[in-house]
């Protein structure tokens, strides 16, 4: 018995609509018949479970196959396949009778979004790439096969046949002119690995060649027999489906590199992702080692659905300081029927990110409470995610005290509470007001940092390129505390004491060296200041007002507050000993030219000691020094 037909005649349009419209990209083509051909094979799995269907389940497997010479490509499954009835249901009347409205209203956001699958239109998505498709089915019920035939107008076949004797559903597409890449082998093998690389039923594509073992008896000179066996392309149980507790770092380590075959290196550690309510999700996350690296762009978090690949663009659905993470998450519940923007605005997806924020603060935790000395190892790799976290995402900022590190430039590592004990002691100022010096780079603040070290202060090392910003985050959430970068003022400024200064010079003789370092450097970029200090502190110091500087590297890393205005000026106070033994021979230095010549060579030195002295200045400081030794 044959039937032809129309297709419900509201569906006149949805040929040329489904190629314009509701994909950009052809080739999910693939991914949606795949997805079905799953979908029909552990819908069987579960009829044969509750005792439903009375057939066997056995190890099904999915098979793509190309034939260049037919131009066909087929899909072959052995699901529950579908009886005449059901064809004519699922197939012919699914352009439901609001075919045209439905496609009036998606057609704009339909363009980058999963809309046919989603309206049980994903067989549809065929006519993308074939002018004609075939359905060859056998149902698991006892009724004959049937053939059905549409060349993408509104008209279809459908007849009984028995070409078809296996339970299952064969999809036949027969390529059009203008997608003939989808039948070469390499076009369709970077499609299943992209798309179906963890699909929940084997995949077969061709044969490969394999090596069987030798006996252990067997003569040196034996050549191993080999035999051709399936070539299965995915992953049916990827690490993110298997109970943590049966996973070891090992099985970790090797899906690592399962899903970014380019990488080397090891991750560092991961986050093993398993949620049941309000919404399911499961994953792995990784830490990679990141150093200083805000960029990282090439291997992003996979999103999943029911384990068939979406989407590697994650924004939304991961908070932004973890999108410098790697790994993969699936969920069910993630809805893609419409359009990516859509997907940023639902509810479920905040309450995805929340969690996923918490999950990682509480294995942070863990970690260090696990394992203090392998962390603190690890600290430098990790830091740039903590901190980006502690400053875009309040919920983490509030649980980060118990894992985020304050490393000094001695090399020890204090919680917060911890810091905060070590120091108060002796680095509480005269108006009761905690400060923390820091550095951001050792080597070029050497000098100031062993300053501080002498009179028996901490100096962390806080070097990432965000540090600016953590710092303004904990001066504001933290109560009576402020940082200052070692070269920020002279240390007496910093941590002001309640001690009286003791001065060598009159008030009329340090107005006459202020007056007289002035008129010698003559340069707008540096504020003279005269402190009192200690005979054996450096004669010049050159400083950088923490506010001026801190404003200018944030801005550098973006956000420089409320200014936006381009870039700042370079500032500096030249910070002037006037009880040293200098500025007394400054004063006492009559001949003008050599008053000069002894103060500029003082900038110089200060220069030097903080790397500002480049180019042409040093060279001519490099020639005029080795004219003083000539002396």
Same mark, same amino acid.
């Given at each position: 018995?044959?039937?032809?037909g129309?297709?419900n ?8 609509l489904? %190629?314009?419209?509701? $994909? ?6 693939l ?17 044969? &479970? ?6 066997e389940?056995?190890?099904p ?7 260049? +010479? ?8 052995q699901?529950?396949?579908?009886t005449?009835?059901e064809?004519?249901? @699922?197939?012919?009347?699914v ?9 009036? %209203? @998606? ?36 009724e ?11 008209e279809?076949?459908?007849?009984? *046949? ?9 999809i ?9 890449e ?17 699909? /929940? ?5 061709? *044969? ?8 252990e ?9 080999t ?8 992953? /049916?149980? #990827?690490?993110?489906?298997i ?12 899906? $690592? ?5 380019? =990488? ?26 990141l ?5 990282i762009?090439k291997?992003k978090?996979? !999103? ?27 969920? /069910?519940?993630?809805? !893609?029927n419409?359009?990516?923007? $859509? !997907? ?18 509480d ?6 409470n696990?394992?203090?000395?392998d $962390? ?5 790799d ?11 995402e ?13 490393p000094?430039?001695?090399?020890k ?7 905060v004990? %070590?120091?108060? #002691?002796?680095?509480?100022?005269k108006?009761?007001? !905690? ?15 062993q300053?501080?070290? +002498? ?8 070097d &990432?390129p ?8 904990l ?35 340090k ?17 003279? =200041? ?13 400083t950088?007002?923490?506010f ?8 550098a ?5 409320m ?8 500032? @500096? ?8 033994e200098l ?13 000069? &010549?002894l ?13 500002l ?14 004219k =003083?030794?000539?002396?």
């Amino acid at each position: 018995m044959m039937t032809k037909g129309n297709i419900n005649v509201s569906v006149e349009n949805i040929f040329p609509l489904i %190629k314009k419209f509701l $994909y950009s990209d052809h080739e999910i083509f693939l991914r949606e018949l795949i997805s079905n051909a799953t979908d029909a094979t552990l819908k069987l799995k579960h009829l044969t &479970s509750i005792g439903e269907a009375k057939v066997e389940y056995g190890n099904p497997k999915l098979e793509v196959k190309i034939d260049k +010479d037919q131009k066909t490509l087929r899909i072959i499954d052995q699901g529950i396949g579908m009886t005449g009835e059901e064809v004519e249901k @699922y197939i012919n009347q699914v352009a439901f009778s609001g075919a045209e409205e439905f496609l009036e %209203k @998606y057609k704009d956001s339909a363009k980058d979004s999963g809309i046919i699958g989603h309206f049980g239109l994903g067989f549809y998505s065929a006519f993308m790439v074939a002018e004609k498709v075939e359905i060859l089915t056998k149902s698991y019920k006892d009724e004959p096969a049937v053939r059905w035939i549409c060349d993408g107008s509104p008209e279809f076949t459908l007849e009984e *046949t028995t070409d078809k004797t296996d339970r299952g559903t064969e999809i036949i597409l027969h390529i059009a002119e203008d997608s003939v890449e989808f039948l070469e082998e390499g076009k369709i093998r970077e499609l299943l690995l992209k798309y179906n690389k963890f699909m /929940p039923v084997p995949i077969k594509f061709g *044969t490969k060649t394999h090596t069987l073992p030798l006996p252990e008896d067997a003569p040196e000179d034996a050549v191993a027999e080999t035999e051709e066996v399936d070539n299965i392309i995915n992953n /049916p149980v #990827p690490a993110w489906t298997i109970a943590p507790s049966e996973l070891t770092n090992e099985d970790y380590m090797k899906f $690592y590199h399962e899903l970014y075959p380019m =990488q080397f290196e090891e991750p560092l550690f991961n986050i093993h992702l398993n949620v049941d309510y309000p919404f399911n999700l499961t994953g792995v996350l990784f830490f990679p080692k990141l150093s200083n690296n805000l960029n990282i762009e090439k291997d992003k978090i996979q !999103l999943y659905q029911n384990q068939v690949f979406v989407t590697d663009e994650v924004k939304g659905i991961v908070p932004d300081f973890l999108m410098l993470l790697r790994g993969v998450i699936d969920s /069910p519940d993630i809805p !893609l029927n419409v359009s990516r923007s $859509y !997907l940023q605005a639902d509810g479920a997806v905040k309450k995805i990110s929340s969690y996923i924020t918490k999950k990682v603060a509480d294995k942070m935790a863990s970690l260090i409470n696990e394992n203090r000395e392998d $962390y603190e190892k690890k600290w430098n790799d990790i830091k740039i995610v903590i901190e980006y976290g502690i400053v875009t995402e309040e919920k983490f900022a509030d649980k980060a005290d118990k894992f985020t590190l304050y490393p000094t430039t001695d090399g020890k590592y204090f919680l917060w509470d911890e810091l905060v004990e %070590k120091i108060k #002691p002796i680095q509480t100022d005269k108006d009761n007001k !905690l400060v923390v010096l820091y550095a951001t780079n050792a080597d070029e603040q050497h000098s100031y940092i062993q300053s501080a070290k +002498d009179k028996g202060y901490e100096v962390l090392l806080l070097d &990432s390129p965000i540090t600016p910003h953590v710092i303004q985050k904990l001066e504001t959430s933290k109560e009576n505390i402020s940082f200052a970068r070692v070269d920020a003022d002279h240390l007496n400024n910093l941590i002001k004491k309640d001690e009286p200064a003791i001065s060598k010079l009159s008030e009329t003789e340090k107005e006459s060296l202020k007056k007289n370092v002035e008129e010698a450097i003559q340069d707008s970029k540096f504020t003279v =200041q005269l402190e009192d200090l200690d005979s054996n502190d450096a004669p010049f110091t050159i400083t950088q007002p923490e506010f001026m500087r801190r404003m200018k590297e944030m801005q550098a890393t973006g956000g420089g507050g409320m200014f936006g205005m381009g870039g700042f000026p370079e500032m @500096y106070n030249l910070v002037v000993n006037s009880n040293s033994e200098l500025s007394n021979q400054i004063l006492k230095t009559e001949n003008a030219e050599e008053k000069e &010549s002894l103060i500029k060579y003082a900038l110089d030195l200060a220069k030097l000691s903080q790397n500002l002295l480049k180019g042409k200045d040093l060279t001519d400081f490099i020639q005029r020094s080795y004219k =003083q030794l000539e002396k």
